[in-house]
């Protein structure tokens, strides 16, 4: 199953991606992610993308549009993968569906998650992640128990250099011009598909699960799963035990 998912900074696309990984057992791409890496292993890349990373802004479509074809090269993608944080404009959603046209692997769909202005405000600058394991807190609705430390592994918790309160106010202004216009990009397609993002992490990802299952992507993607692993429900996975998921911290109070 190929999945885009659609939303703002902060409305939780990554959160749902790692849950959607254990069910559907297909790799989150995240262009965040592998830009970020990038960043810090100091590449050519890295070193020309980190001034429009810090500044909130979006980096070069040729860059970005190279960092996907290479990933999704990889053979892990071959049951389908999960898009988070790619396409972020029109030009990136056509060059992905030339690329998957080719492979004759185009996208089954695409999820928007909604999350009022003011909730990603606070999620954003709240946000604190561990750079070890990957767990996320938050500051207003999630906090670790100890400040600072990681509950699951006690590594010291990080802010993203980007989520400070001016960065965070020009990414949601780059939502706003470039990424919301693929709402109508992916309804033109007959492949959107919108869910609440606030309440409960576990409730919007059952929203999320149903609004996957109507394709039969989604079915044909859980049947494999069951398959492999020989079990209807699948066994409790990395990402429920995730301080996040066990605590059902509330995405929004
Ligand atoms: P994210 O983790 O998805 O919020 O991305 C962090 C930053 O990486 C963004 O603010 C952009 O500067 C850059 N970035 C991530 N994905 C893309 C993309 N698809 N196109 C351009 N820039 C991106």
Redesign the pocket.
């Known amino acids: 199953m190929r999945i885009v998912l659609l939303g703002a900074?902060g409305s939780g696309k990554g959160t749902q991606a790692k849950l959607l990984i254990e069910r559907y057992h297909i790799p989150q791409i995240?262009?965040?992610?592998l830009?970020r890496a990038a960043v810090a292993a100091g590449t050519p890349v890295g070193k020309k993308a980190k001034a429009?990373?810090d500044a909130?802004?979006?980096?070069s479509d040729d860059i970005?549009l190279a960092l996907i074809r290479e990933r999704l090269r990889k053979s892990d993608t071959k049951g389908g993968f999960i898009l988070?944080?790619?396409?972020?404009n029109i030009p990136?959603a056509d060059a992905l569906d030339r690329l998957l046209r080719t492979l004759k692997k185009p996208i089954d769909l695409a999820v928007l998650i909604d999350v009022e202005f003011g909730v990603l405000l606070k999620r954003l600058t709240g946000r604190r992640s561990c750079p070890k394991c990957g767990a996320v807190f938050n500051v207003y609705f999630s906090p670790a128990k100890v400040e600072g430390k990681c509950d699951a592994c006690g590594e010291a918790l990080v802010h993203r250099a980007?989520d400070n309160e001016s960065t965070i106010t020009s990414?949601l202004e780059v939502f706003d011009a470039q990424t919301k216009p693929l709402i109508d990009f992916y309804k033109a397609h007959g492949k959107l598909r919108a869910i609440k993002g606030t309440g409960e992490i576990d409730q919007i990802f059952k929203r999320m699960v149903s609004a996957l299952e109507e394709a039969p992507a989604a079915k044909a993607a859980r049947a494999r799963v069951e398959r492999k692993t020989g079990a209807k429900k699948p066994a409790k996975t990395k990402a429920a035990k995730k301080p996040v998921a066990r605590k059902k911290a509330k995405a929004k109070r």
């Not at 995240?30 to 992610?33: V, Y």
């Not at 909130?56 to 980096?59: A, D, E, N, S, W």
């Open positions: 900074p995240s262009t965040g992610d830009l429009t990373m909130g802004k979006l980096v970005v988070d944080g790619f396409p972020r990136q980007d990414r």
